[in-house]
């Protein structure tokens, strides 16, 4: 009988298929790694961008701060509901007319439609002003304070930096929910520092002012950013440069605090990003799950 000389099978890249010859289930060949890619998808980021891009993180910061400095001075009687008042009126005219001037998709039925929002929201947040006046009478002051502040911590960690708050006229996609639970965080917090105050006048006028932070500033910054960047750079910088000047005033320590808080964000962290940027490797090959090429929702 004549011996058996076929040559052995020679070893394919299967997916499916079992055990192939007299390999074991594991061979590869030298081959495998051909198709190896290394940092396909690393993203080269400039120095100089990264500081820009941050700086919606610090501009958010200083309107927190300035949110807290306005509390503070509120509780020490320096402002009274008169002047509150006032600035709610004025914020409010602001506000819209920043929308009108930035937004290319408000037409005048969405402003009809926001504008009767706003004034349902208003009287409401009238009408509920003596429950929140009396809300929190049974609770110590040092209770309240603490889970402001373990509020506030939340809806900075939480808050969507590069959206709003509220779904701009035009967008297609709600919010997400961690900026959901951002926003119900500030509104709690809100509520917790205007069940301390004497009047209920100025538990509305506090509440209104919060609300329209909280609400609406992260849309008009959004609209704001869409419409020029520059422009958002300028308010950036004006809105730095305002509140660092009245954390100043107000509190040496807080004013220190913030500053070295807006250096850290906006210097130190973009630079530790490109540094440690050096090190980042990542290889994709044939053993990577297979990528769908089309909308899978079409």
Same mark, same amino acid.
């Given at each position: 009988?004549?011996?058996?000389?076929?040559?052995?099978?020679? =070893?394919?890249?299967?997916?499916? /298929? /079992?055990?192939? /010859?007299?390999?074991? #289930?594991?061979?590869?060949?030298?081959?495998?790694?051909?198709?190896?890619?290394?940092?396909?998808?690393?993203?080269?980021?400039?120095?100089?961008?990264?500081?820009?891009?941050? %700086?919606?993180?610090?501009?958010?910061?200083?309107?927190?701060?300035?949110?807290?400095?306005? =509390?503070?001075?509120?509780?020490?009687? +320096?402002?009274?509901?008169?002047?509150?008042?006032?600035? #709610?009126?004025?914020?409010?005219?602001?506000?819209? &007319?920043?929308?009108?001037?930035?937004?290319?998709?408000?037409?005048?039925?969405? @402003?009809?439609?926001?504008?009767?929002? %706003? &004034?349902?929201?208003?009287?409401?947040?009238?009408?509920?002003?003596?429950?929140?006046?009396? @809300?929190?009478?049974?609770?110590?002051?040092?209770?309240?304070?603490?889970?402001?502040?373990?509020?506030?911590?939340?809806?900075?960690?939480?808050?969507?930096?590069?959206?709003?708050?509220?779904?701009?006229?035009?967008?297609?996609?709600?919010?997400?929910?961690?900026?959901?639970?951002?926003?119900?965080? &500030?509104?709690?917090?809100? +509520?917790?520092?205007?069940?301390?105050?004497?009047?209920?006048?100025?538990?509305?006028?506090?509440?209104?002012?919060?609300?329209?932070?909280?609400?609406?500033?992260?849309?008009?910054?959004?609209? +704001?950013?869409?419409?020029?960047?520059?422009?958002?750079?300028?308010?950036?910088?004006?809105?730095?440069? @305002?509140?660092? /000047?009245?954390?100043?005033?107000?509190?040496?320590?807080?004013?220190?605090?913030?500053?070295?808080?807006?250096?850290?964000?906006?210097?130190?962290?973009?630079? =530790?990003?490109?540094?440690?940027?050096?090190?980042?490797?990542?290889?994709?090959?044939?053993?990577?799950?297979?990528?769908?090429?089309?909308? %899978?929702?079409?």
């Amino acid at each position: 009988m004549e011996t058996d000389k076929r040559a052995p099978l020679k =070893w394919k890249k299967k997916a499916y /298929g /079992g055990m192939q /010859g007299n390999y074991p #289930d594991n061979y590869t060949d030298d081959s495998f790694l051909q198709d190896m890619i290394t940092n396909a998808n690393v993203v080269k980021r400039d120095l100089s961008k990264v500081i820009l891009y941050s %700086i919606s993180i610090s501009q958010y910061l200083c309107i927190v701060s300035l949110v807290i400095s306005v =509390w503070t001075q509120t509780l020490n009687s +320096v402002i009274d509901e008169s002047v509150l008042l006032k600035l #709610d009126i004025c914020l409010l005219a602001l506000g819209f &007319s920043i929308l009108v001037l930035t937004s290319a998709n408000l037409s005048f039925r969405v @402003l009809t439609k926001y504008f009767l929002n %706003i &004034s349902f929201f208003i009287s409401g947040l009238y009408v509920l002003a003596p429950v929140y006046h009396t @809300l929190t009478r049974s609770i110590s002051s040092d209770s309240i304070w603490a889970l402001t502040i373990s509020l506030l911590i939340v809806h900075l960690f939480l808050h969507d930096y590069s959206g709003s708050t509220i779904r701009p006229p035009g967008a297609l996609n709600n919010p997400n929910l961690a900026s959901n639970i951002a926003l119900n965080a &500030s509104i709690v917090a809100s +509520v917790l520092v205007a069940s301390r105050l004497p009047s209920r006048l100025h538990v509305f006028a506090i509440m209104l002012f919060s609300l329209q932070i909280f609400l609406f500033a992260p849309l008009v910054m959004f609209c +704001v950013k869409k419409y020029s960047f520059r422009v958002y750079l300028g308010f950036s910088f004006v809105l730095v440069g @305002l509140s660092l /000047g009245v954390t100043y005033r107000l509190d040496r320590l807080f004013f220190g605090f913030l500053l070295v808080l807006i250096v850290f964000i906006s210097v130190v962290c973009p630079y =530790w990003l490109i540094r440690i940027q050096e090190y980042k490797f990542e290889i994709n090959g044939p053993w990577d799950e297979a990528k769908l090429c089309f909308d %899978i929702t079409e």
